[in-house]
């Protein structure tokens, strides 16, 4: 380990380029873990939708029916 390592072969970060890679894995890991909670919401968004899309066509026909 070189203690007087300014950072220039790395550069600029006073890091070991094992460190560096393993917070870029990290980075990729929590981008991941982002990326499929942002798929579960979305794909609960489009199920609420439909719902709701049914629920309004079950109310137009209900009032249909009053009428």
């Given at each position: 380990?070189?203690?007087?390592?300014?950072?220039?072969?790395?550069?600029?970060?006073?890091?070991?380029?094992?460190?560096?890679?393993?917070?870029?894995?990290?980075?990729?890991?929590?981008?991941?873990?982002?990326?499929?909670?942002?798929e579960?919401?979305?794909?609960a968004?489009?199920?609420?939708?439909?719902?709701?899309?049914?629920?309004?066509?079950?109310?137009?026909?209900?009032?249909?029916?009053?009428?």
């Amino acid at each position: 380990m070189n203690f007087f390592d300014d950072g220039s072969s790395n550069g600029g970060i006073c890091m070991s380029k094992r460190e560096i890679v393993r917070q870029i894995e990290d980075l990729y890991g929590k981008i991941d873990d982002e990326n499929e909670k942002k798929e579960e919401l979305l794909s609960a968004l489009r199920r609420t939708e439909c719902a709701i899309e049914r629920f309004r066509e079950l109310i137009c026909d209900m009032e249909a029916l009053l009428h």
